[in-house]
């Protein structure tokens, strides 16, 4: 055969979907794998026409899960992101939407066993090291009754997905300085930032699960409740949000993110339809049609933070525990946050659902001349 087949489940998570594979069913030499992934989603190309992608960021993602030998870790998860015309295949940022697929898909291949009705395991995403607990229903077959499997019908319904699914509760543990050093990775919680024809942006540059640039809105003389398909025609706004983000990632600490995918970009302004803060997130050349999970979390932040760009803008009520709704382009994000007490108000816990759903199963070819199966 001229082609290998690889095992996977094609899965949505969240708002975004695509395959995820057992670790011990890819290559072992990384440069491989990389080569495997790329192929398997037919970049680069725009349309992704070879392969698995969807021609679309959100849809150009791969999970991979492998149970864990560590003490009080269940699963590890590399998120793996490719672009439809790139040949990058870039496993340092996280992706909170694939991660509500992982429990999911680890119980479909027994890398997990079912616990009862609820099914709660620990997940250590390698990428940058954020442990969370994650909870799927497990309900009894009806034709098996001593089979156990994992529920995707429900009624919780997320914006940017249509219909309604089984909920999937996330609670993260540690996402504070996911990629950059820490929670503010300047030590400020508003810079201010030099853009060449415009003058002085004030921004908050921040990274609680997801390295971001916050901005105002107004400050780009936009204002916050502009189309998706407006602002993605937008060069003008699109070239001086990637001027802020090449100067706003070197003062992260992330060097020349050129060829990066973070830190996202994210426009704020008050909210429009009954929320916490209106957002519009370019991830980081396109802007999204929702928000990610760890977009959300860390633009709910800033908004629990006196001081950041979201001050003043967003809508929040006192208390430890803070109940914040990011609206996007799709809805609205809800967020639960509880505060710590450390001295830039540190997350101690970040809460939300998210759906998942098994799309497909089978085998994924890639041309055997990429890789023969020999691990």
């Not at 949505?12 to 990389?34: E, M, N």
């Not at 799309?359 to 070819?365: A, D, F, N, P, S």
Request: with cysteine.
């Amino acid at each position: 055969m001229s082609q290998t087949a690889i095992p996977c489940l094609f899965m949505r998570g969240g708002t975004s979907r695509g395959p995820f594979f057992d670790r011990a069913d890819l290559p072992a030499d990384l440069a491989i794998r990389d080569r495997v992934l790329l192929a398997a989603m037919g970049s680069p190309d725009r349309r992704q026409i070879d392969g698995l992608g969807g021609a679309h960021p959100l849809t150009s993602k791969v999970g991979i899960v492998a149970g864990s030998t560590r003490p009080g870790i269940d699963l590890e998860f590399q998120f793996a992101q490719l672009q439809p015309d790139g040949s990058t295949v870039d496993t340092t940022p996280n992706c909170g939407n694939m991660l509500a697929a992982v429990v999911p898909f680890a119980l479909e291949r027994g890398l997990v066993a079912a616990q009862g009705d609820l099914t709660t395991s620990r997940v250590l995403t390698l990428n940058t090291g954020m442990v969370c607990d994650i909870a799927v229903e497990t309900p009894l077959n009806g034709d098996h009754p001593d089979v156990r499997e994992v529920n995707y019908d429900g009624r919780t319904r997320i914006d940017g997905v249509p219909g309604t699914a089984a909920p999937i509760r996330i609670n993260f543990l540690d996402t504070a300085g996911s990629v950059c050093a820490r929670l503010l990775p300047t030590g400020h919680r508003l810079d201010r930032v030099e853009l060449a024809g415009v003058g002085a942006i004030e921004v908050t540059c921040i990274d609680n699960g997801m390295p971001m640039v916050l901005l105002r809105a107004a400050g780009l003389g936009r204002r916050g409740d502009e189309s998706v398909a407006a602002l993605n025609a937008d060069e003008e706004l699109k070239s001086r949000l990637e001027a802020l983000r090449m100067t706003c990632g070197e003062l992260m600490g992330l060097g020349d993110v050129r060829a990066k995918s973070y830190p996202k970009m994210c426009l704020l302004a008050a909210p429009m339809a009954g929320g916490s803060i209106a957002t519009r997130c370019f991830i980081p050349h396109v802007c999204h049609d929702a928000i990610g999970v760890l977009a959300a979390v860390t633009v709910a932040t800033a908004c629990a933070l006196d001081g950041t760009v979201a001050d003043g803008l967003a809508s929040v009520a006192p208390g430890a525990e803070k109940i914040i709704r990011v609206e996007h382009p799709s809805g609205e994000f809800e967020v639960v946050l509880v505060l710590g007490g450390g001295a830039d108000g540190p997350v101690a816990r970040a809460m939300l659902l998210r759906t998942a759903r098994l799309l497909m199963r089978g085998e994924v070819m890639v041309p055997r001349s990429i890789w023969n199966g020999v691990r």
